[in-house]
């Protein structure tokens, strides 16, 4: 009994934070999507490629989170830019979200083996909110008065990258954010930090450190962690690794465990455990699971050559 109570005030309280104010989705495996968050990241793998992703979150708890996201996006050397459009549907509780944005990326390169890209996305954000039938209903609560309703709005968003010896980027989203109708939730403003580079052990192993920081209007959140690669290529950037390993912590929410494998140089498996820590480790207890799937109709494989950025800007 004292468990069924203490999952009533989880999910009362998750659609209480969701009536004043929504948060991105948050992917465990955007590290290998940073599209999804910033459109300066558009192209940035120099190549034309799908990704989709599929995350279930707080398994057993009811009305927890679940996202399903993805993105095509392709470069275009003589254009020294990145297109790209991404996809993104998150329910949460009785609210779900949809999100299309087009993105476009121009490339600077920084000498001749790293680039600085430039980035601007543009779309539609819509939320909905839908109330089962049947039950009595408390004519004080506004969503109930409204019954299922929907609202749209545009949205934009604008972030940097620097990949060379190491990757950083920033993006700030939904620039365009307001307050919704019929006391929906507002996607506030967020802020999305990151920082990674990979490091050789040895010839078939190598790591690569994590570091992101993401902050809206009533949160902060850091993010940190590693990645194992094993048995990687001589070849840069073909993601021949045959396979990872690696770990993440958010601070005050849960830790990860990550794994995925390359099934070819175009195609790519990636799997990740999250598990909740704090009041919800009580309830929560199968954890999140999410799946990811990469794969490229071309690959522009580079080695000892210069940045396909910088061949573009000699042309």
């Given at each position: 009994m004292k468990k069924k109570y203490l999952l009533f005030a989880v999910v009362f309280s998750i659609n209480t934070v969701i009536a004043v104010a929504q948060s991105d989705f948050d992917l465990t495996q955007k590290w290998f999507n940073e599209t999804l968050y910033n459109p300066a990241a558009a192209g940035n793998n120099f190549s034309t490629g799908v990704f989709l992703?599929?995350?279930?979150?707080?398994?057993?708890?009811?009305?927890?989170?679940?996202?399903?996201?993805?993105?095509?996006?392709?470069?275009?050397?003589?254009?020294r830019s990145g297109f790209g459009l991404t996809f993104a549907a998150d329910r949460l509780g009785s609210v779900s979200s949809y999100s299309t944005r087009l993105a476009y990326a121009f490339y600077i390169p920084v000498g001749e083996q790293a680039v600085l890209s430039l980035g601007l996305s543009g779309g539609v954000l819509s939320r909905n909110r839908r109330m089962s039938g049947g039950g009595s209903e408390d004519l004080n609560d506004p969503s109930l008065i409204y019954g299922n309703v929907s609202d749209y709005s545009p949205d934009f968003d604008f972030g940097f990258e620097f990949k060379g010896p190491f990757k950083l980027g920033a993006s700030i989203r939904h620039l365009a954010a307001q307050q919704p109708k019929y006391n929906l939730p507002k996607h506030s403003i967020n802020v999305w930090s990151y920082f990674?580079?990979?490091?050789?052990?040895?010839?078939?192993?190598?790591?690569?450190?994590?570091?992101?920081?993401?902050?809206?209007?009533?949160?902060?959140?850091?993010?940190?962690?590693?990645?194992?690669?094993?048995?990687?290529?001589?070849?840069?950037?073909?993601?021949?690794?045959?396979?990872?390993?690696?770990?993440?912590?958010?601070?005050?929410?849960?830790?990860?465990?990550?794994?995925?494998?390359?099934?070819?140089?175009?195609?790519?498996?990636?799997?990740s455990f999250d598990y909740a820590t704090g009041d919800l480790s009580s309830i929560a207890k199968g954890g999140s699971h999410e799946l990811f799937l990469s794969f490229y109709l071309n690959r522009i494989f580079y080695k000892d050559e210069t940045c396909p950025a910088y061949r573009g800007y000699r042309k």
């Open positions: 992703h599929t995350r279930q979150q707080w398994i057993g708890v009811s009305g927890a989170p679940s996202t399903h996201a993805g993105t095509v996006d392709t470069y275009v050397e003589d254009l990674s580079s990979r490091f050789n052990l040895s010839e078939t192993l190598s790591l690569e450190p994590l570091i992101s920081v993401l902050y809206n209007e009533s949160s902060y959140r850091a993010e940190v962690g590693t990645l194992f690669y094993f048995f990687k290529t001589e070849n840069r950037n073909t993601y021949s690794d045959r396979f990872w390993l690696g770990a993440l912590y958010r601070t005050g929410n849960s830790f990860a465990l990550l794994a995925g494998v390359n099934l070819t140089p175009k195609i790519r498996l990636g799997y």
